[in-house]
């Protein structure tokens, strides 16, 4: 979110972002792994490099970052992987929870970083967004 605040503007230190998110360094680093390997994120080098999206907040969906971060979405094992529960076949709300884990899907595709950077305060009423999942 911070990246797509501030636009393709500058590249956003990983010491910047850490400072204006209230978020350590060490765990953005690791999240940064993540997003730069599934493309969402491009590292430039230099002495005015940093980071930046790689692609337009338009294109990125929060389901294309949860699943990046913890894979596909799935409340319950069983629902993705049905082998896991030898009553499953069996299971009256296995069909249920399937409904709910594709309406969360279903949310979570929807909603774009630009839909979600339109619901930020200004700057000036809050330096810090809450974005907590």
């Known amino acids: 979110m911070d990246l797509a605040l501030h636009g393709n503007n500058a590249p956003r230190s ?5 400072k204006s998110q209230q978020i350590s ?5 690791r ?5 730069r390997r599934a493309g969402f994120i491009r590292s430039i080098r230099g002495t005015q490099g940093g980071l930046q999206l790689a692609r337009f ?3 990125i969906t929060l389901l294309d970052i949860v699943e ?20 499953q076949q069996h299971c009256v709300v ?3 929870w399937g409904e709910v884990n594709q309406a969360l ?3 979570l595709s929807s909603i774009t970083l630009a839909d979600v950077l339109t619901r930020c305060p200004s700057e000036q009423d809050t330096a810090v967004l809450d974005y907590c999942i």
């Open 25 to 29: 360094e060490k765990f953005i680093s």
């Open 57 to 59: 907040p338009h294109l």
């Open 105 to 107: 899907i279903d949310t």
């Open 31 to 35: 999240l940064v792994v993540e997003l």
């Open 68 to 87: 990046t971060m913890d894979g596909p979405v799935s409340l319950l094992n069983c629902i993705t992987s049905p082998q896991v529960c030898p009553r």
């Open 14 to 18: 990983i010491r910047d972002i850490a």
């Open 94 to 96: 296995t069909g249920v």
